[in-house]
């Protein structure tokens, strides 16, 4: 079997749930599939409104090195990150962005760019702060690279009890904006390079 690797960088400024975020995703294949996954995370100098980034490698069998090269995925929350990292982007990648707050204007030949009001959507369930979940949630609907329900449970199992309901909300109205943009793409056949649904 060939071995699969994937390198992603989730990154925004602090207070966004940016590590969060990334703890999930590798939750979500090292502990609910059968698979492996690394991460590593740096700051800014202020923790929260710095800057913020995570690295997570999946792989079908064991991580030697935990660091990224290129990333095949990069997740941004900020105009910041998207400008730091998006040179890095592997062509052909896949590039997910907060769409209100990143301005998308270059990035690698063949790059597959989506963005999600995941501010806005967070919103709609009464709290900006599970916007990282949304995220996750949209991550899932457009990458296929973990079972939905597997990072379903690793929301679950990241946040405090009291806060799961909101979260695994969170998680469902981003995966259900990216999965309708998703189909929205297959019937038009559309190849553009941002892809984004009008909401509201």
Do not use: C, W
């Not at 929350?77 to 590039?95: C, D, H, N, V, W």
């Not at 929205?184 to 509201?200: I, Y």
């Amino acid at each position: 079997m060939q071995r699969m690797l994937t390198e992603i960088r989730i990154a925004g400024f602090g207070g966004q749930g940016v590590i969060l975020a990334a703890a999930v995703i590798g939750k979500a294949t090292a502990i609910f599939e059968s698979g492996h996954a690394t991460m590593t995370q740096s700051f800014g100098p202020e923790a929260r409104g710095g800057s913020s980034s995570a690295q997570v490698i999946l792989s079908s069998e064991p991580i030697l090195y935990p660091y990224i090269t290129r990333p095949d995925i990069l997740v941004v929350m900020s105009q910041e990150a998207y400008t730091r990292f998006s040179p890095e982007l592997k062509p052909g990648g896949i590039l997910i962005t907060e769409q209100e707050l990143v301005r998308v204007d270059r990035f690698p030949a063949g790059v597959r760019a989506y963005g999600v009001p995941a501010t806005r959507l967070a919103e709609e369930l009464g709290r900006k702060v599970v916007l990282n979940i949304v995220m996750v949630g949209f991550y899932a609907a457009v990458t296929h690279l973990a079972a939905p329900d597997s990072l379903r449970k690793a929301v679950a199992d990241s946040v405090p009890p009291a806060m799961q309901h909101l979260n695994l909300q969170a998680f469902d109205k981003g995966f259900a904006y990216g999965s309708e943009l998703m189909i929205k793409l297959s019937e038009h056949d559309n190849d553009s390079v941002v892809a984004t649904l009008e909401v509201g």
